[in-house]
């Protein structure tokens, strides 16, 4: 069975730019997970989806921030315009359950913003 | 006051070494506790899962204490394949969805 893919793997942009961060979960998986970790910080909570639904998007910093999931499928995170906070790694997540045993995550995106 | 705390480390210790990492959580309502293990510039994967009863997997052994908001795991005879991040996670179900809550983790380098 697959694992959680993501894409890229990493990506330099400069200041001001778009990027757009692919996740594809494993197969049969409701539950997507969106997590990143900027340098020195611990691993953080973006947001939730069950299906197509965003269930839970607190953790989302701002408004440059936009996840999608059309289709219950994929999701893509979009971050526009990029600022150089937003360096770090980003990590989506599926599950086939509600429940931290059942979480398997993505090797990550490393987004470097110059 | 952090909502995960773990000693960073790092934690150098010869193969053969006991060691043990701590952590305390802040949110009393936490409902499900966990080790994750990471390598560098990997994704974080569940090591075990903790309970208040205890529990072991061979040479790893966790503790919860609900009334501390203490979490622990132990590693006996470590092995070099043990040097990791180790991360300290507790989960929470709030508003209908599930989110995980991370230390910074702790660094374990076995030493031959």
């Known amino acids: 069975e697959a694992g959680v893919t993501q894409f890229p793997s990493h990506s330099v942009i400069e200041k001001g730019q778009t990027v757009t961060l692919r996740c594809d979960p494993i197969?049969?998986?409701?539950?997507l997970y969106w997590y990143r970790r900027v340098m020195g910080k611990e691993i953080k909570f973006l947001l939730h989806f069950v299906k197509e639904s965003k269930q839970d998007e607190s953790g989302m910093p701002n408004n440059r921030f936009l996840a999608e999931r059309t289709g219950g499928t994929y999701s893509t995170l979009k971050v526009q315009p990029a600022e150089l906070e937003d360096s770090g790694v980003y990590f989506c997540?599926?599950?086939?359950?509600?429940?931290?045993?059942?979480?398997?995550f993505g090797e990550g995106s490393w987004l470097t913003v110059v | 006051r952090k909502e995960v705390e773990q000693d960073p480390g790092p934690f150098n210790v010869p193969e053969g070494a006991t060691v043990a990492f701590n952590c305390t959580y802040s949110n009393s309502a936490s409902q499900s506790f966990f080790w994750y293990r990471q390598d560098c510039r990997k994704e974080p994967k569940l090591l075990m899962s903790?309970?208040?009863s205890g529990n072991e997997d061979g040479r790893f052994t966790a503790q919860l204490n609900r009334a501390s908001q203490y979490i622990s795991l132990l590693i006996r005879d470590s092995k070099l394949s043990d040097s990791a991040t180790y991360l300290c996670?507790?989960?929470?179900?709030?508003?209908?969805?599930?989110?995980?809550?991370f230390g910074k983790g702790t660094k374990l380098s076995v030493i031959p």
């Open positions: 997540a599926s599950s086939r359950i509600q429940g931290g045993n059942t979480i398997y």
């Open positions: 903790v309970y208040s």
């Open positions: 996670v507790v989960g929470l179900i709030g508003a209908g969805s599930y989110q995980l809550t």
């Open positions: 197969s049969g998986h409701d539950n």
